[in-house]
């Protein structure tokens, strides 16, 4: 048992040494960038960033450019379906008009015609609720679609490694104080859109 004891002292002493050696006489090149500080203020940036995205959002073409389609679409299917409304919504003062003037030939007829407005009522709303989810659908995959491209184009501008992390900020709500100099969002927006083609 002595033995075993003085084999693992004795191991553990070589290694020691090795390590001491190696740190005193091995490469001086470090890979991390080690921050110290002196009081309050620090004698090296750290390796963060962060973007706003609320002013990406603003000033990035492409994202302008998406939020305009999808202004665009919405605007597109609320016309849409406020022209079948006000069909349906004439069609529906026709009817009344003709009960009261006792125009149908027959109560069947009535009936029928009757039917056949509230079943175009009913398709109308299936058709409102369509148009919300198409509507919602496209917005989640230009969301996607943004977000990809910015990931991208931060990983492009992160090639060098200067930053071992890039957070967003979404109206202050991440990121409560930072330096200004952490701040990339207007050498991002600017990279961006130098690399946005419209039409592509």
Known sequence: MKNVSLIVNGVLAVAIIVLYILHFTGNKQETVTKTTFSGDEPTAMLPVAYVNVDSLLLNYNYAKDLYELQMKSEENARLNLNQKMRELEQEAQEFQ???????????????????????????????????????????????????????????????????????????????LLAEDAYDITAELIETMNKLYAPGK
Do not use: C, P
Request: zero cysteines; hydrophobic letters at 30%.
């Open 97 to 175: 008009r003709k009960i009261e003037n006792n125009v149908f030939l027959t109560r069947e007829r009535a009936t029928q015609e009757q039917q056949r407005l509230r079943k175009k009522e009913q398709d109308l709303q299936v058709l409102s609720q369509q148009m919300t989810n198409d509507l919602m659908a496209e917005s989640q995959k230009m969301s996607e679609t943004l977000r990809d491209t910015l990931v991208s184009q931060l990983k492009s501008l992160n090639m060098d490694r200067r930053f071992q992390i890039i957070l967003s900020n979404t109206n202050g709500d991440n990121i």
